[in-house]
């Protein structure tokens, strides 16, 4: 029989797109006891986290829970709870995971309606409006911090558009929650959905999730089950909020985790938070700049503070470039996607990662790599 080495994975400067940096007090809260899913320790863990959440989404919903997976098991919940077969979606696509939630809903045999923009642009609510009146959809999809262009979405105005037409508002905050405001209810935002990989500073695996009493009542008028039975919000809210009714085995470790850095968030503060972000980004877009780069968003309140978009510089090979910072300097960055693989870099300023000690040093690597012929 083969002996295995033992587990030595390399320490990693996390600046990429996601995974992001899990703060110390997470990584010690993974290291807690395992405990079974209906244990009532558990349990009591799970009330917290859902008040934690309500906190961080800013929301009063009482549907607020964490669903088993990444960001994309939050978005296929959410659209396969509140969609069904023959339903109309509007969705506003201007970056990879606005055209993936069209793909999803597709594959579930929704109507979808797309309204498409430039990679890095955003909407104004005159251009949903316009989309919705023609299509009459049940809901409205966009993504507030796309993450594919470092476009940040702004919010006010969509509920209301949503609501004049009798449609839902689905909102992907996945890059945004817990480093940007996200207000759900002040928004009108029926339903949100989220990762812990990202501005919560904990590892993947949880998908935070909060749905409106509208989108709740649109979830239990369905006609049929909803699209999958893992990813069900009516049968994970049995769980999570009802009756304590078994669904999955839950990982109690991940539940630890996220419940923590949920707590580093609110005993921040939001709105410290939220500065932290914006002040570390705008020292590195200045740096960046101070380097002769490009920002993709040119426009920096239209930017995510916790993910920035830069131009590779002609000449240069993005995929070296990156390759040598992770083997010589230990950091990792993302590259672009779609229309953008090869022409831009993604940094990521996120949750515990998003420090002033870490952009100074992603700065100076850049001068380094730069250089060289």
């Not at 996390?14 to 940096?21: K, R, V």
């Amino acid at each position: 029989m083969k002996v295995f080495d033992e587990l030595n994975p390399p320490a990693r400067l996390l600046l990429g797109p996601g995974p992001s940096p899990v703060h110390p007090r997470v990584m010690r809260a993974l290291a807690a006891p395992v405990i079974g899913h209906l244990d009532p320790e558990l349990i009591r863990l799970l009330d917290e986290t859902r008040g934690l959440l309500r906190d961080v989404f800013r929301t009063s919903n009482d549907l607020a829970l964490a669903v088993s997976g990444t960001g994309m098991a939050g978005m296929e919940s959410v659209l396969g709870s509140l969609l069904e077969p023959g339903d109309r979606l509007v969705v506003c696509a201007a970056g990879f995971f606005g055209q993936r939630m069209g793909e999803l809903a597709g594959r579930m045999g929704v109507a979808v309606t797309k309204v498409e923009k430039e990679w890095g642009e955003v909407f104004t609510p005159e251009e949903v409006d316009t989309a919705v009146a023609g299509a009459k959809p049940k809901a409205i999809a966009i993504v507030h911090a796309e993450t594919s262009t470092g476009a940040l979405q702004p919010m006010d105005g969509l509920g209301d558009v949503a609501h004049r037409h009798d449609a839902l508002l689905i909102v992907d905050c996945v890059t945004s929650l817990g480093g940007a405001p996200v207000l759900v209810d002040q928004w009108g935002v029926d339903a949100a959905y989220s990762g812990s990989q990202k501005c919560l500073g904990c590892p993947p695996g949880m998908a935070p999730v909060t749905l409106s009493p509208r989108a709740r009542q649109a979830m239990a008028a369905r006609s049929r089950p909803a699209h999958g039975w893992y990813l069900d919000l009516d049968l994970l809210e049995r769980y999570w909020g009802g009756d304590r009714a078994y669904h999955h085995t839950i990982s109690s470790t991940l539940v630890y985790a996220l419940r923590e850095g949920l707590r580093l968030v609110v005993e921040e503060g939001l709105e410290a938070r939220w500065e932290r972000h914006r002040t570390n980004a705008e020292m590195l877009w200045d740096g960046l700049e101070a380097l002769g780069l490009v920002l993709h968003v040119p426009d920096p309140e239209r930017r995510i503070p916790s993910l920035t978009t830069v131009h590779v510089p002609d000449g240069v090979d993005e995929a070296e470039v990156r390759g040598r910072l992770r083997d010589e300097y230990g950091i990792e960055i993302g590259a672009g996607l779609g229309p953008l693989k090869g022409k831009v870099w993604r940094i990521g300023l996120m949750g515990h990662g998003s420090q002033k000690a870490n952009v100074i040093l992603l700065l100076a690597a850049l001068v380094d790599l730069l250089k060289r012929p």
